[in-house]
């Protein structure tokens, strides 16, 4: 057994860094998962500027990616649909209706000219053995922008996730140019469907977005949606205002989709109902407004990391530099051994040292009758001539040599100097360089990637907030039920079924939930109130209780934390509860047992006089006598002297004090005392 453990235990490691590195999660260096990148060096290779069947790419990528057909053909058209990298042609599906894409043997593509720019360069790409070992393909693509930010990225793997919104890519372009420029920079979010976005949360990409659709209420009797929120479609989006619309939520009467190239949903409103009246309720209840929350989780240096969003622009704006160095070396190396190779041409020719090669009998006297002749011009040679350039020269045909062009050939070496000249100025600033490097891509695709989702400022709309209170929240103090679906008992107070309640139980315990239809909480409830956090965090509970050495207590609190459903208990072991009120205008009246030389059979105290603490604390001492009767009883004239009022009457039920009100209030105090 134990073999088995370890066996597991190694299998599923391997697992699991297989599925981080190789499937879910994206590199940082190009922006790309495993699959994207196979399905680009596919397109690579096959480029020769037309464009190639879906269903043909699929099956040259299948070289490369060992997970069927179909996974390949997927992420093809989510990577196409991103409109940057891959040019296509026919039906890729519709981003905002969330109709399908053609079937592969339908639909085109090619490489787009850009990806070329931004990724391709074998020579400064390392590649790896494919999963057969019959092909190679890249570890990761030298990018020269961070793609992972324009495309964004969802990917689920064992035990992580990652999501990165899209944001746009002339402005991810900018925000490099800026951090080139030493410069600290804000970039957020953008999406294909447009609509409005709220980045008050997004943390510079670790926190979350709050988006909504962009509607147009120009008239009033009607609404209509323009754009979309991130992740919606018109299909998703007219389902949830539908679903909406049967739970009562959003009054409308009608809803007709026009979408073609534009987004267009028209929204009719039932009779009395305005434009004005049904926006909030569309926010709360319907996907017109979702929270996005965002983990920017990538593979930095084989490992996983979270990087924010500035960081991810640091990076690659640091890594263009070293990209745009490599290729700058790269060409000048080029040009060098051209501009080398090129002047042994023109000795080779000019000064007939091919002549030298007619009387010679074997290779070898050949070869050193060739390099001799080069000798008296070594200074005009830009490094030692090796018997390679030798042999190229001699492979040089001899219609070649007769039509040779001296100014030609020195106009070529001019341009190649030239050229050298200016590679030199761009290694001395590499950083220029790649400024002026963006400028140039910002430059040339011009207003083709304009902003389409809007950055405005909104708060998330509470469906608490927007829900209306038409149902009575009752209770029937002879069966211990309380709930809204109550046909018996005393009505509490109007709740939504989005409402959350705190009962308190005549045993002194508590605990918040969502409105019950019908719960049994026992005979003699003390309170039932609102029991959202801002009502609970505000209001001041006053308990009145005994402990278990007969001692009166009194402590004043307030309800700050919670966890749904869970019961807490506000007496100490052994303690009994007395009487409880929310009502800060009552004092506390205290009888107690006739005893000899006890004068004072009866004593009032002011809550106000003492802290509030929290519901844990044990509260303030008022009495160690034996107590007849004790409960909080309204004050009459401001004195507690002359109060008066029912008084406890020996029950532990509450002051029997309704309180409703408006949105927050604490609800009802003493709903389980029969007074």
């Not at 991103?82 to 981003?95: S, V």
């Not at 990806?115 to 570890?139: C, F, M, Q």
């Not at 360089?433 to 998330?460: C, H, P, V």
Request: proline share 3%; glycine share 8%.
């Amino acid at each position: 057994m134990a073999y088995v453990g370890t066996v597991f235990n190694d299998n599923f490691l391997h697992y699991a860094s297989y599925v981080i590195k190789d499937r879910a999660i994206p590199d940082v260096e190009d922006g790309l998962k495993p699959v994207q990148r196979r399905i680009l060096h596919t397109l690579f290779e096959m480029d020769d500027g037309k464009y190639h069947k879906v269903a043909n790419v699929v099956g040259y990528a299948m070289r490369y990616h060992p997970h069927g057909d179909a996974s390949i053909y997927s992420a093809l058209v989510v990577l196409a649909n991103k409109d940057l990298l891959i040019d296509k042609q026919g039906n890729f599906g519709n981003l905002f209706t969330g109709d399908e894409a053609s079937a592969s043997r339908y639909i085109e593509c090619k490489i787009d000219p850009l990806a070329k720019e931004l990724l391709y360069n074998p020579e400064i790409t390392t590649y790896e053995d494919s999963y057969d070992g019959r092909n190679r393909e890249p570890v990761v693509f030298p990018a020269k922008v961070p793609i992972v930010l324009v495309h964004g990225a969802d990917g689920i793997a064992v035990g992580m996730s990652t999501r990165i919104l899209q944001h746009n890519f002339a402005e991810v372009l900018d925000a490099m140019v800026e951090t080139l420029k030493g410069r600290e920079v804000e970039l957020y979010p953008d999406f294909p469907t447009g609509g409005l976005l709220d980045v008050s949360g997004y943390e510079d990409g670790t926190g979350r977005v709050l988006v909504r659709a962009k509607l147009d209420t120009r008239d009033p009797k009607r609404i209509v949606i323009r754009e979309l929120p991130a992740g919606s479609t018109t299909e998703s989006l007219i389902a949830s205002i539908e679903q909406a619309a049967k739970r009562g939520k959003v009054k409308i009467a009608g809803i007709n989709d026009y979408t073609s190239e534009e987004v267009e949903i028209e929204i009719k409103l039932a009779r009395g109902v305005y434009a004005n009246d049904v926006i909030e309720a569309l926010y709360a209840f319907t996907d017109c407004e979702t929270a996005i929350s965002v983990n920017p989780l990538v593979i930095r240096d084989n490992r996983p990391v979270v990087m924010p969003v500035s960081e991810i622009v640091r990076y690659h704006a640091a890594k263009l530099v070293e990209v745009l160095k490599r290729e700058l070396e790269l060409e000048q190396h080029k040009l060098r051994e051209k501009y080398h190779a090129r002047t042994l041409e023109r000795i080779f020719v000019e000064e007939r040292i091919y002549k030298r090669i007619e009387e010679m009998k074997t290779e070898r006297t050949v070869v050193n009758a060739v390099l001799k002749g080069f000798e008296p011009f070594a200074a005009e040679i830009p490094r030692e001539v090796t018997e390679e350039d030798v042999e190229r020269l001699l492979k040089i045909p001899i219609r070649r040599i007769s039509l040779y062009d001296i100014n030609k050939a020195r106009e070529e070496m001019e341009r190649i100097q030239a050229r050298l000249g200016e590679i030199e100025t761009h290694l001395g600033d590499v950083t220029s360089y790649a400024i002026d490097y963006l400028g140039g891509i910002i430059a040339r695709i011009g207003d083709n990637f304009r902003r389409r989702t809007s950055i405005t400022s909104f708060e998330k709309v509470d469906v608490r907030e927007v829900a209306e209170r038409d149902r009575s929240l009752r209770y029937d103090g002879n069966t211990g039920y309380l709930g809204h679906d109550l046909g018996s008992g005393k009505e509490q107070f109007s709740v939504s079924i989005y409402d959350r309640v705190l009962i308190v139980q005549r045993d002194g315990t508590y605990f918040v939930r969502d409105v019950p239809e019908k719960l049994f909480v026992g005979k003699g409830l003390l309170y039932c109130g609102f029991g959202d956090k801002d009502a609970l965090s505000t209001r001041v509970f006053s308990l009145l209780y005994k402990n278990a050495k007969g001692e009166t207590y009194l402590k004043r609190f307030r309800i700050e934390g919670f966890i749904l459903d869970r019961k807490y208990s506000m007496l100490p072991d052994g303690a009994k509860v007395l009487d409880f009120t929310t009502d800060e205008r009552k004092i506390v009246r205290l009888n107690y047992k006739p005893k000899p030389r006890l004068k004072k059979l009866e004593e009032y105290f002011d809550p106000s006089e003492h802290l509030i603490k929290s519901v844990k604390a044990t509260g303030a001492r008022l009495s160690n006598k034996d107590l007849k009767s004790g409960g909080f009883i309204l004050k009459r004239g401001g004195s507690a002297g002359g109060a008066s009022g029912s008084g406890n009457r020996g029950s532990a039920g509450g002051s029997g004090a309704r309180a409703t009100g408006g949105r927050g209030s604490a609800g009802v105090s003493g709903a389980g005392d029969s007074r």
